[in-house]
T-cell receptor
Framework: GQNIDQPTEMTATEGAIVQINCTYQ??????LFWYQQHAGEAPTFLSY??LDGLEEKGRFSSFLSRSKGYSYLLLKELQMKDSASYLC??????????WGAGTKLIIKP | GAVVSQHPSRVICKSGTSVKIECRSL??????MFWYRQFPKKSLMLMAT?????????EQGVEKDKFLINHASLTLSTLTVTSAHPEDSSFYIC?????????????FGPGTRLTVL
C-alpha cells in the first residue's frame, strides 16, 4: 500500500529552528510537495522537490532523498505566525496525490 | 484516517467536451466539500465550496457556468468542466470536511489530472 508518515505534532520556540520529517512509500515518485495550512484556510504551497538535495527558499528549506523515501522541511528563525499544519504530499507514478496527515506545529514564545 | 476518493484519476478529452469528476467521502459524511485546482509548482487554488443540498459558493474569478458543482449527497460532490479547453488542463483536487468533536477536519482526495487536447 501507499503510505506517508509525518509526526502528528511538534512544538518549538520562537526564533529557533525546527525540522519536520516525512517518509513515504509509494508506487513510483513524481515529486513531493510541502504545504502550510492555517486553520480554516486553503493550503499554501511551500516547496516542490523532484530531485535529491536541498532547496532553500528564505527561512524555509526542503530536502529530498529519493533512495531513502525521505524528505524534511526545515524552518529557521521561527515566528509565531509559523504555527500551522504542515502537509507533505507525494505524486505517485499514476500522478495521484498521496497526502500525509499533516504535522501541527506549535510555536511558543 | 478518513478516506476521500476521486474518480477518474486521469482523464484526457478533446477540446469542447465536458468532463465530470467525482469526489466521495468513503467512511464519513461531509456536509462541506472543497474543490481546488493546482497549477505546477503553485498553491492549491480554491475554486468553490460545495455544500450538500445547496448551491456551491464560487471564489472570485471562477466561472460558475463553466465549472458546475453538484453536492447531491453527504458523501458525493461532482465537478463538471463544461466545454473544456486546453487551458483547463490541470490537477483538480477535492477535500471533504468531517466534523469531529466540534473541530473540523479536512481530508484531501488524490486528485484528478485533466488533459484537454
Amino acid at each position: 500500500g501507499q503510505n506517508i508518515d509525518q509526526p502528528t505534532e511538534m512544538t518549538a520556540t520562537e526564533g529557533a529552528i525546527v525540522q519536520i520529517n516525512c517518509t513515504y512509500q509509494t508506487s513510483g515518485f513524481n515529486g513531493l510537495f510541502w504545504y502550510q495550512q492555517h486553520a480554516g484556510e486553503a493550503p499554501t504551497f511551500l516547496s516542490y522537490n523532484v530531485l535529491d538535495g536541498l532547496e532553500e527558499k528564505g527561512r524555509f528549506s526542503s530536502f529530498l532523498s529519493r533512495s531513502k523515501g525521505y524528505s524534511y522541511l526545515l524552518l529557521k528563525e521561527l515566528q509565531m505566525k509559523d504555527s500551522a499544519s504542515y502537509l507533505c504530499a507525494v505524486i505517485d507514478s499514476n500522478y495521484q496525490l498521496i497526502w500525509g496527515a499533516g504535522t501541527k506545529l506549535i510555536i511558543k514564545p | 484516517g478518513a478516506v476521500v476518493s476521486q474518480h477518474p484519476s486521469r482523464v484526457i478529452c478533446k477540446s469542447g467536451t465536458s468532463v465530470k469528476i467525482e469526489c466521495r467521502s468513503l467512511d464519513f459524511q461531509a456536509t462541506t466539500m472543497f474543490w481546488y485546482r493546482q497549477f505546477p509548482k503553485k498553491s492549491l487554488m480554491l475554486m468553490a465550496t460545495s455544500n450538500e443540498g445547496s448551491k456551491a459558493t464560487y471564489e472570485q474569478g471562477v466561472e460558475k457556468d463553466k465549472f458546475l458543482i453538484n453536492h447531491a449527497s453527504l458523501t458525493l460532490s461532482t465537478l463538471t468542466v463544461t466545454s473544456a479547453h486546453p487551458e483547463d488542463s490541470s490537477f483538480y483536487i477535492c477535500s471533504a470536511v468531517r466534523l469531529a468533536g466540534g473541530q473540523d477536519e479536512q481530508f484531501f482526495g488524490p486528485g484528478t489530472r485533466l488533459t484537454v487536447l
